[in-house]
């Protein structure tokens, strides 16, 4: 009997297509600790995970600029937007969640074996360096900011030109429109393969730092993820029942799941802002309002980050056995929330402020360098989980402001 191989290979593409994106990864990961194990001299399939983070980071400061741009260039007039109580559930979320990790950090005091180090990396000198470079990066060239993946630039220069189109022609609009439509398609493609990718990820993580060595920063990792998962599942669950007055856990585990997974495994806020954008949609949210603030959220909503921050500084303070007296963790919590919104725009991101924090105790630059080098031992899990927190939050916030509105107006939340 004949058998059409070609349509037993696409019976097999329709069967992969047809399963959850979530599940798809989870074999995905499977697969690269498998293979990691049992075929580690075949180094071609970590090419895969090269290629995808490198698709992601290529594609990614041109989503945002055109996903803002478009968004404000065709804004209705005078119609009511939530982006005031977002910016600000953005900030206090950041806070609050620099403020667990420091109660976190002192209940549960972990401290480092300082004998790595973060060579040719050159972290902030203070905090007018930090305003001073957010400052720069404002105005920077907006091609340079685009090729650089200054995303603090890229949303300035975003909010500029989407401003001065407003007034432009609807063909114009339609066109920009079009192109942001055209990106954020490539960017769901790219996703697509992301089981592909997380499959080269895991697979050089397995080989060249192996999943034991991480155990000997297990009550650090246990640590940064304690106090996301708290803030996750608590904290912001509790905002939400502010906002709306009802169940909170439905929204935040849609939230966690729909957003939350991708983001842990592409690592990549600004990537995942199509399935934020696509999650919104599903929520039934303001498009004028969500089309703004998830890109916008994808810069300066860094509850995750802030963590990261705290408790890096706070396990260098234990470890020196430095004291960390109540109006110092006051101020470490707001200089790390700070220091968070501002980690798009400085290289290296969240590990590269942890100098900064640092100078708060008087811990030299170079004992404060090794935190960083221990930051990027466990980033493979640290920032997994901080983009998750990050990404997802984007989603919750947006919807808590307009369904705290609706409340208000006597309208329906659902």
Known sequence: MYIDKNRGGKCMISKWNNLSLVFRIIIGLCAGVILGITVPH????????????????????????????????????????????????????TFIAGAVAVLGSFLFPVELTLTVGAEGI???????????????????????ALINANYIGILSWAIVFGLALKHSSEVTKTVIGNISDAVSQGVKWIIQCAPFGIMGLVFNT?????????????????????????VA???????????????????????????GITAFFTRSSAANIPVNM????????????????????????????AITISVLTLAAAHTLGINVDIPTAIILSVLSAVSACGASGVAGGSLLLVPLACSLFGIPAEIAM?????????????????????????????????????????KSVK
């Not at 904290?235 to 957003?259: A, D, H, M, W």
């Not at 089309?291 to 860094?302: D, E, F, H």
């Open 206 to 230: 397995t080989v060249t730092t192996g999943i034991v060595s991480l155990l000997s920063y297990s009550k650090l990792i246990a640590l940064l993820v304690g106090c996301m998962a708290f």
């Open 122 to 144: 050159a972290p902030p000198s203070g905090v007018w360096q930090v305003l001073q470079n957010l400052l720069m990066n404002v105005v920077a060239n907006p091609v340079d």
């Open 278 to 305: 696509k999650l919104c949609e599903d929520l039934g949210l303001d498009e004028d309002t969500y089309s703004v603030s998830i890109p916008l959220g994808a810069t300066i909503n860094m509850a995750g980050a």
């Open 233 to 259: 599942l608590i904290v912001n669950p509790i905002i939400v029942f502010i906002g709306t007055r009802q169940n909170p856990y439905p929204l935040v585990l849609k939230c966690l799941n729909e957003s």
């Open 42 to 93: 075949l180094s071609v399939i970590s090419l895969l995970g090269t290629l995808f983070v490198g698709a992601l980071k290529a594609i990614a400061p041109i989503l945002v600029f055109f996903l803002v741009m478009s968004a404000l260039c065709q804004a209705k007039q005078g119609k009511h937007t939530n982006m005031k109580s977002i910016v600000m559930l953005y900030l206090l979320g």
């Open 370 to 410: 090794q935190v960083v080098g221990v930051g990027f031992i466990v980033g493979v899990i640290q920032d997994s989980c901080e983009t998750a927190l990050n990404s997802s939050t984007d989603v919750l916030y947006t919807a808590v402001a307009e369904f705290a509105q609706r409340r208000k107006d006597g």
